[in-house]
């Protein structure tokens, strides 16, 4: 990975220019180190495919310095767990040279329990100097629900392990009893193993490097380009904002499904930019639910940063310095900021997206009034991830825990220049990847029928939003599995389009049981589509427990599409017509929603019938009545 | 007998002959971008002019020739290649498009993306499938494959990628769409995934395969009618083509296998490096760079490996064929130096290029270049750059850095470009530690050998920054790429993910059926090879990693009827080097054999360099005068040498300056050099 434009130089540090370039370089090499040993050493795809984890370099109060390009959400996590280890641990059992600590209580700090944390203070003279850290999505934590997501679940406590801070490693020797009691409580131990030995070795290895950075360079150096880099970052930020026009922007989103009950849960952002500041006010949002529903307040903080970061942090280092001129109000006891012990294990990609969503819109709709930055202005991206968990037996005989993670592949908002990316992946997660099918099928007992992208799933709009993946499968050498569905956006749509831009897809879970699918693999039939096979079909919840899978029943799930930019009507005809030659959008959604009318002869637009048809779509729209 | 190299680059195509009397001698014409075989016909007429004969004479008189050419990278890079369709495994037609995901643009989410050279209306599916054990689950319909084509021969398409579900496992789908193709459409040109990258994952083999399609109808031309002519032209000797992996190849491999040239520019450097190092220094830890232009190439070569890697990008497509592991920089002597919003120096990644090139050229170019800097600082001689070739401007160099740099900075010029450099070096530094650290090194324990124009002026501080102690300089250093091709072996890398093995016990394993894979691979090979009387050498390896983790590790494997005992020391193996890598091993966890790897090497006659008798003796005699050069903030009156007349065992004290014929050698104080036995530099702190 290469290094974002790092400009660590303020006007206020006294740090030489140069050597402030050269260790700031090296700062972002050895956390970028850190990154990769994770993935190297890991077993596990959520880790070495999806990036689900990140790591950073830390001042000693917890303040980030640098954080690798991986899952936004740990930003702003990394620093509450690192205080909450300082907290915890200066009451009771202290902190040494050579510790190392694991916390996934998504009350003190952790997103949810599986993501699991390991932490270390380096010590220099006695002193710490500086915090290491690594958090990763664990395959398994040992929760009631496969990979600690159970949509029955009402409390935290079924929802696995909650270490607080806990000695992992003490003064340089791994703490045998603790490694065991974690392995102890999951379901695959070995790789759950090697996600741990990743991390301490992570650790292991960015500790060593910032010791030699100190013996070359003398330790108040580092010290200073550790805290020019906060401040250079603050900065910058601020001047950002001081940029943008003042003002008030809402958005509200929806989740559906609290796992219980189908019941719809409303998430409403204001926010507030005044002068160098930003405020997420969520006062207005539902209470909490029982099932999978809330969020933490940590992940709250997580969500709003994949549109921090990416929308106004593109070119600035993301460290404390962004953090510290936002504000968030999020009323306890509600969907954003969950009581002790309402359950959370969903709270990473459920209502944080949700927290993503809103405050995408709302910066991007204060983008949209400033002359300068009007450019930068998008519609949302993939607004949520639709999951599956599986487990059971694989063609071996072994134990296996599988995520499915196409939704990976995500889509992107359209931009106010241009369409958005298809399957461009997720706003909160720079650098992913998706497993290989090839790679899947010789691991887990399953057969893809397909992997593509979605026909109309991009948000129409002048400028369309990035269309998204389907992907049908069945059991290929397996009789059963269990599975987990977890998932919002399937009745409420929730990538919204922005000035005009509609939404894209909702998401959509379905299974036919007792398919001919065996059949028709035999027979040259190609399962091209759900309706091509006979079978009985059922549309499955956003969110259902224990859902079992036998041979020959086929799954299949969409994600969601990116939003559009502007009004369709607005959208050049031959861009239309040039989807709908590659298949991104269909004939019937080009004349409903585009106004534009193709010669089904010779694919060629019909530039009469389309301005008829779009001056008809205009008049319909003046006699609409506003519903609500 | 000559030898003949001729690497084409961006802006030079270089040829260096190899004679055996004059030993090497190295001429550069301009790269003839619309038809690249102009300028390499024009490099040989130089050359004959030089000898005095004419062209037929000459290349008579070629025992070899080889032959690095961009022609399959420059058709990736400007999206120049064949029109190409796809016909793939039904429900698979956007694999490429996917692409697993983003891919690394940074941090801005506003990049723009890859797009797929195969259009999504030119992929099309046909009814087949195979499972993950290579099993027929659903038989081919060879109708459809004739539906696809004929769809795509109506689009027109020049050369067709097949590539289906798990076909390294079982290519018999592959081969016969691929049979029926060519029956009845005899025109098109048809790359196979199980041909080209028989390896598990689709992604990486589709997009590998797609990229050999785009680029093979080129490359195939190119290859027959540059032979062609120079048959005709009287050369008799043997033509050898540079591959990516740091081999070179024949014509009629390179034909069946196109890709195999792309991105293969810089790849002949390391093994000049390398070579040098050995020769000079007995070490086989090498750390070769090559800083041009624009960018700085770095290859860290550990133990006389030359590492390659399958996990790279060209231009923005993916190909997982081996290449040579370069890791490459946006720095060089056309670095531009600037001043960000908040007051910070920076240099690059952009660069001045060629056109208009640093201010000193005055092309017209009005920002501040590490040339410029250099030439500001006293270390470059305005009159003698490129032996004269170029005349440099100080005024304009001057009024860049003072306009661009010094002002905002309140510093003097001279103290702004002594900043422009420092940030430079550091940068190349980093871009080396980087490389050393992300590979589990040290960079104090490697040699670094500096090649490329501006390598020299940069290679004492850089080899400080990073607490190097021995620095070489060849005496090719601006030619790297070119001597490294001349000493090139032939090589070629074949792979395969036929099939997973879990090792517990490697007394359980069925040996027997590993030992098979390796001979029908080294049987298949040679047969694709056509290789008969030729002595040749195989290599194997298996790339391994433990029970559930995702990346692999490549560990050789002996050349023998496989037995337990040879399998639990490859095992032994991989924990070393599993230590080596992430500071630990599992020894009671079960391994994974994935990527069975073969290599078959023919060793070429190399020239050798002439090692001259070292005699030691002070340079006195060999100084062309003496000028003002900047070190750590003053000027120090610093001696300059005429490297053109050094000898082994001349001796040089820092600060001193050696003008070479294409580049110019900083000592900065404290530094102390010797003229080794190949007429090159030996760097070190003094």
Redesign the interface.
């Known amino acids: 990975m290469k290094a974002p434009d790092l400009e660590p130089v303020s006007s206020k540090t006294k740090i030489d220019p140069v050597t402030l370039e050269v260790l700031s370089h090296r700062l972002w090499q050895i956390n970028d180190e850190m990154g990769i040993t994770l993935t190297k050493v890991s077993g596990s795809p959520v880790c070495t495919e999806s990036k689900d984890f990140n790591t950073g370099l830390f001042l000693p109060d917890g303040s980030l310095v640098i954080v690798g390009a991986y899952v936004t959400h740990f930003v702003a996590t990394l620093p509450f767990i690192i205080r909450s280890t300082l907290e915890s641990c200066s009451r009771g059992a202290g902190i040494f040279e050579d510790d190392m600590f694991i916390i996934n209580d998504p009350y003190l700090g952790a997103v949810h329990p599986s993501d699991v944390a390991i932490v270390s203070p380096v010590y220099y003279q006695g002193e710490i100097f500086a915090w290491t850290g690594t958090a990763m999505h664990v395959l398994d934590i040992g929760a009631v629900g496969l990979g600690g997501m159970h949509p029955r679940i009402t409390e935290v406590f079924g929802e696995g392990l909650r270490f607080p801070p806990t000695r992992i490693v003490e003064q340089g020797r791994l703490r045998q009893d603790i490694f065991d009691l974690f392995l102890n409580n999951v379901r695959v131990p070995p790789l759950v193993g090697l996600d741990l030995k990743a991390q301490i070795a992570g650790n292991n290895v960015a500790k060593s490097r910032i010791l030699d950075l100190i013996e070359r360079y003398g330790a108040d150096t580092v010290k200073g380009v550790m805290q020019a880099m906060i401040d250079h970052s603050e900065e910058k930020m601020r001047r950002r904002l001081g940029e943008l026009p003042d003002g008030v922007w809402t958005h509200t989103d929806y989740h559906d499904h609290d796992g219980l009950e189908d019941k719809v849960y409303k998430i409403v952002c204001t926010m507030t930019k005044s002068q160098d500041a930003l405020t997420f006010d969520f006062t207005g949002t539902d209470r909490e639910g029982p099932g999978l529903i809330n969020a933490n307040f940590a992940s709250t903080w997580a969500g709003l940063q994949a549109s921090v970061c990416s929308l106004l942090c593109y070119d600035i280092l993301w460290n404390q310095g962004i953090l510290k001129p936002i504000q968030v109000i999020a009323p306890e006891g509600t969907v954003v900021n969950c009581s002790f012990p309402a359950p959370c294990g969903f709270s990473s990609i459920g209502t944080s997206f949700a927290v993503t969503n809103v405050a995408t819109i709302n910066i991007s709709k204060m983008l949209g009034t400033s002359p300068k930055h009007r450019q930068e202005a998008m519609a949302g991206w993939a607004g949520s991830y639709p999951a599956i968990v599986f487990a059971g037996l694989n063609q071996y005989h072994h134990f296996f825990v599988a995520y499915v993670m196409d939704p990976t592949s995500g889509s992107g908002g359209a931009r106010s220049y241009k369409d958005g990316v298809d399957t461009g992946g997720l706003l909160q997660t720079p650098f992913p990847s998706v497993h290989n099918v090839e790679t899947f099928e010789s691991t887990y007992p399953v057969l893809y029928l397909f992997r593509r992208e979605l026909c109309d799933s991009g948000g129409p709009g002048k400028y369309r939003g990035g269309v998204s993946v389907e992907i049908m499968f069945t059991l290929h050498d397996a009789e059963a599995v269990k599975a987990v569905v977890a998932g919002m956006g399937a009745e409420a749509c929730q990538t919204s389009g922005i000035f005009g831009g509609q939404p894209g897809s909702s998401i959509r879970y379905l299974l036919v049981r007792a398919s001919n699918v065996g059949e028709m693999l035999k027979q040259s039939e190609f399962a091209g589509s759900v309706g091509a096979l006979e079978g009985r079909l059922e549309v499955l919840a956003p969110k259902v427990a224990d859902l079992l899978i036998g041979n020959g029943d086929v799954l299949y799930l969409n994600t969601p599409g990116g939003g559009g930019y502007g009004d369709p009507l607005e959208r050049d005809p031959l861009l239309v017509r040039h989807d709908v030659e590659q298949g991104y959008v269909g004939m019937s959604t080009a004349e409903r929603i585009y106004g534009v009318v193709i010669d089904p002869e010779n694919g060629e637009v019909l530039w009469d019938e389309t301005e008829h048809r779009r001056a008809r779509i205009r008049a319909e729209r003046l006699q609409m009545k506003r519903v609500l | 007998m000559f030898k003949l190299a001729i690497d084409v680059g961006g802006t030079h195509t270089d040829a260096l002959v190899f004679d055996g009397n004059q030993g090497l001698l190295e001429f550069k014409t301009d790269t003839t971008p619309q038809d690249l075989r102009i300028g390499v016909f024009k490099a040989c007429e130089k050359i004959a002019e030089h000898y005095g004969v004419s062209l037929k004479e000459l290349l008579e008189r070629i025992e070899s020739i080889i032959h690095a050419t961009t022609v399959s990278t420059n058709a990736v890079i400007q999206r120049k290649g064949a029109p190409v369709g796809m016909i793939t495994t039904?429900?698979?037609?956007?694999?490429v498009?996917?692409r697993?995901?983003?891919?690394?643009t940074?941090?801005?989410?506003?990049v723009e993306?890859p797009r797929p050279l195969v259009?999504?209306?030119l992929r099309l599916?046909v009814?087949e499938?195979m499972?993950?054990e290579g099993k027929i689950?659903?038989?081919l319909?060879e109708e459809s494959v004739r539906k696809a084509m004929e769809k795509l021969d109506r689009e027109k398409i020049q050369s067709l990628a097949v590539a289906f579900?798990?076909s390294h496992l079982n290519p018999v789908h592959e081969k016969k769409a691929a049979a029926i193709i060519a029956q009845e459409w005899p025109d098109v040109e048809i790359s196979l995934s199980c041909d080209v990258l028989p390896q598990?994952?689709?992604?990486?083999r589709f997009s590998t395969t797609v990229l050999d399609a785009y680029v093979a109808p080129l490359v195939r031309s190119y290859l027959i009618s540059l032979d062609e002519r120079l048959r005709s032209d009287g050369f008799k000797g043997r033509l050898l083509i540079a591959q990516s992996n740091g081999g070179v190849a024949t014509p009629e491999a390179v034909a069946q296998r196109p890709i195999w040239t792309i991105g293969s520019g810089p790849c002949g450097g390391p093994v000049s490096a390398l070579y040098y190092a050995r020769s000079v220094l007995n070490t086989r830890n090498v750390i070769a760079t090559d800083a041009g232009g624009t960018s700085f190439d770095v290859t860290l070569i550990a133990n006389g490996e030359i590492g390659t890697t399958t996990d790279d990008w060209v231009a923005d497509q993916r190909i997982a064929i081996p290449m040579t592991r370069i890791h490459s920089v946006g720095a060089g002597g056309g670095s531009i130096g600037w001043i960000?919003?908040?007051?910070?120096?920076?240099v690059g990644p952009q660069s001045a290029g060629a056109s208009p090139g640093p201010a000193c050229y005055a092309k017209g170019g009005e920002e501040p270049t590490l040339t410029d800097a250099a030439l500001l600082l006293g270390y470059v001689n305005p009159d003698y750059f490129l032996s004269g070739e170029r005349r440099l401007e100080v005024t304009r160099a001057t009024k860049a850095i003072e306009q661009r740099i010094a002002k905002p900075?309140r510093k003097s010029a001279v103290e702004a470009a002594e900043?422009i450099f420092?940030?430079s070096v550091?940068?190349m530094?980093?871009a080396i530690?980087?490389k050393v650290?992300?590979e589990g090194y040290d960079a104090r324990e490697f040699c670094l050998v500096a090649g490329g124009g501006a390598g020299p002026l940069v290679a004492a501080p850089i080899a400080q920054e990073l607490a190097i102690r021995d620095v070489l300089v060849p005496n090719v250093a601006s030619c790297m790429a070119a001597f490294g091709w001349l000493r090139s072996d032939i090589q070629y890398d074949f792979s395969h993910s036929m099939m997973?093995i879990t090792v517990a016990d490697p007394a359980q394993v069925d040996l027997e059926k590993i030992t098979r894979l390796y001979e029908e691979m080294e049987s298949d090979a040679v047969r694709m090879l056509k290789l008969q009387k030729e002595r040749f050498d195989i290599y194997r390896s298996v790339e391994m990693r433990?029970?559930?983790?995702?990346?692999e590790s490549e560990i050789p494997m002996p050349r023998k009827r496989l037995t337990a005992r040879d399998l639990a020391s490859v095992i032994q193996s991989f924990h070393k080097r599993h230590v080596e890598?992430?500071?630990?091993s599992?020894p009671d966890?079960p391994v994974e054999l994935i990527n069975y790897r073969i290599k078959i090497v023919m060793e070429t006659s190399k020239p050798k360099l002439e090692k001259r008798p070292v005699k030691t003796q002070p340079a006195k005699n060999m100084v062309k005068g003496s000028r003002n050069c900047f070190f750590l903030g003053r000027f120090h009156k610093t001696t300059i040498y005429d490297g053109n007349k050094l000898k082994p065992g001349h001796k040089i004290a820092g600060p001193a300056i050696v003008e070479l014929a294409a580049t110019t050698l900083v000592l900065p104080p404290g530094f102390k050099s010797t003229v080794d036995k190949l007429n090159g530099f030996h760097v070190q702190r003094r």
């Open positions: 039904a429900g698979f037609a956007d694999v498009e996917l697993r995901g983003r891919r690394d940074g941090l801005n989410v506003r993306f259009p999504r209306y599916e009814k499938r499972s993950h689950v659903t038989a319909d579900l798990h598990i994952g689709e992604f990486e960000d919003s908040l007051g910070v120096l920076r900075l900043a420092r940030v550091a940068n530094s980093s530690r980087e650290t992300r997973i433990y029970d559930g983790q995702f990346r890598l992430y500071t630990f599992m966890r």
